[in-house]
């Protein structure tokens, strides 16, 4: 069905209330403004009131994992929760962060490693997303290990793009101030090791200058 | 305004490089449409598909190339450019076969292309400064040079004079998400999605809704931020 049809349906009297209730979930189809070109660029520029949680942030703590567990020990010192919420996504200005079972390319991740503009940021990927009692969110994510030796990427650092070896590390905890951006990554197989390539998606920050 | 930036005075965009036997040679393997073969094309396509992408990206259609997926729009063309095309192109180009003519033009090709997507990632970030549009300068002056010695016969287009410029808007309005065009564009769009009673002048039931939209969109143009050379 083409989009202003349904859009026009929507804007019937006699449409039913069935499909008048589910409104929102064809908003993004139907509505021009944010449909096809440039869909990042508006939900960049959309007026957004912070940080979004979920709709299961409202239900109650649950214990953690242990390796989540282990992961916050380091974080937090011997003050670590032993429960939490656990989460399947968290928005950050209008990108949607989920954990790697519900969505592997929304969990991947830039995480910068340190606050200054040219700062490196590393490829990691969401496990866990949790809140704590005193309402934090943390992402636990695991880093990529190793960097590929004969990456080609360097030369071209515009591209901000890396190689590295498909072994992830342990769980670490990070804050959403700390994620960066997302990248898009492909798997190959490079002088017979199996890598991914991965490319940033920042489009502000650009550390090659 | 004098911004302390000439265009280099290499690129001359209307004088075609004198013949040579390499130019020849070189014409008569990147004649224009014809660059990838046909294992080339198929290593894009299942890369297309199997790259790892949040969900907030445009699509690219993962039969590149076929007339069934209709035109790419101008984002689908710029994150094929700046995300697919890196990785398959280093991928496939980036060795030399020793003794290969056509793998060490391919070579060739990638660093030219990998200039454009260079020029093209600088210019569409959200900041901006004069180091950046210095440096998107650098990167569309060597890709044309790279376009003008790997393909001689090839006719360069207003565009492309044009896209040498650019840098010095960059400089004088800032990152060019807050005054390119494409805003009007998507309008354009909005407006002949809309269903009219093609009787021209006359009031419709979606005239009334026309003009709302229209109120909307400049009230909602108004809310955005604004943006700054940094």
């Given amino acids: 069905m083409r989009s202003a049809n349904l859009r026009g349906l929507l804007l019937k009297a006699e449409c039913p209330p069935a499909i008048k209730n589910c409104s929102s979930i064809f908003e993004k189809l139907v509505d021009p403004d944010i449909r096809s070109t440039l869909l990042s660029d508006i939900t960049e ?10 709709e299961e942030a409202l239900g109650g703590l649950s214990p953690l994992k242990e390796p989540v567990y282990r992961a916050l020990c380091t974080f937090f010192g011997n003050s670590a929760p032993r429960a939490a919420k656990s989460l399947s996504y968290f928005t950050i200005n209008a990108r949607t962060f989920s954990i790697m079972s519900r969505h592997k390319g929304n969990s991947s991740v830039l995480i910068r490693q340190a606050a200054t503009p040219k700062a490196e940021s590393l490829p990691a990927h969401i496990e866990e997303i949790i809140q704590t009692s005193s309402k934090d969110v943390l992402f636990a994510v695991r880093y990529y290990k190793k960097r590929v030796a004969s990456d080609p990427f360097p030369q071209y650092p515009v591209l901000r793009s890396s190689m590295w070896l498909l072994d992830l590390g342990q769980l670490v905890i990070v804050r959403p101030k700390d994620i960066e951006c997302h990248f898009a990554s492909l798997a190959i197989n490079r002088d017979g090791l199996a890598c991914v390539a991965v490319i940033s998606l920042a489009r502000v920050r650009a550390p090659f200058i | 305004m004098h911004l302390g930036l000439k265009l280099p005075a290499c690129i001359d965009l209307q004088q075609c490089p004198q013949r040579t036997a ?38 690219i259609p993962g039969n590149l190339g076929q007339p069934s997926h209709g035109k790419l729009k101008a984002d689908q063309w710029r994150t094929l450019g700046t995300v697919y095309l890196p990785i398959s192109l280093i991928r496939l180009w980036e060795k030399v076969v020793p003794n290969s003519d056509r793998s060490s033009r391919c070579h060739k090709m990638l660093i030219t292309t990998l200039h454009l997507i260079s020029a093209v990632i600088i210019a569409s970030l959200r900041s901006t400064s004069r180091e950046k549009a210095k440096l998107y300068l650098h990167h569309m002056s060597e890709y044309l040079k790279g376009i003008r010695e790997l393909i001689p016969d090839y006719k360069f287009r207003p565009n492309h004079h044009m896209a040498l410029h650019l840098w010095e808007y960059l400089c004088l309005y800032g990152p060019v998400h807050s005054w390119w065009t494409f805003p009007f564009e998507r309008l354009i769009g909005l407006l002949q999605r809309l269903p009219t009673n093609f009787k021209p002048g006359k009031c419709g039931p979606y005239r009334a809704l026309h003009h709302i939209l229209i109120i909307f969109i400049v009230k909602d143009n108004l809310k955005k931020p604004s943006h700054t050379l940094l």
Avoid at chain 1, 45 to 54: C, H, K, S, V, Y
Avoid at chain 2, 30 to 50: C, S, W, Y
């Fill in chain 2, 22 to 59: 390499q130019n020849e040679n070189s014409t008569s393997a990147f004649k224009r449409g014809h660059i990838l073969n046909e294992d080339e094309v198929d290593a894009l396509r299942a890369d297309i598909q199997n790259m790892t992408t949040p969900s907030w990206l445009t699509s």
């Fill in chain 1, 45 to 54: 520029f959309a007026i957004t009131n912070g940080d979004e949680l979920p």
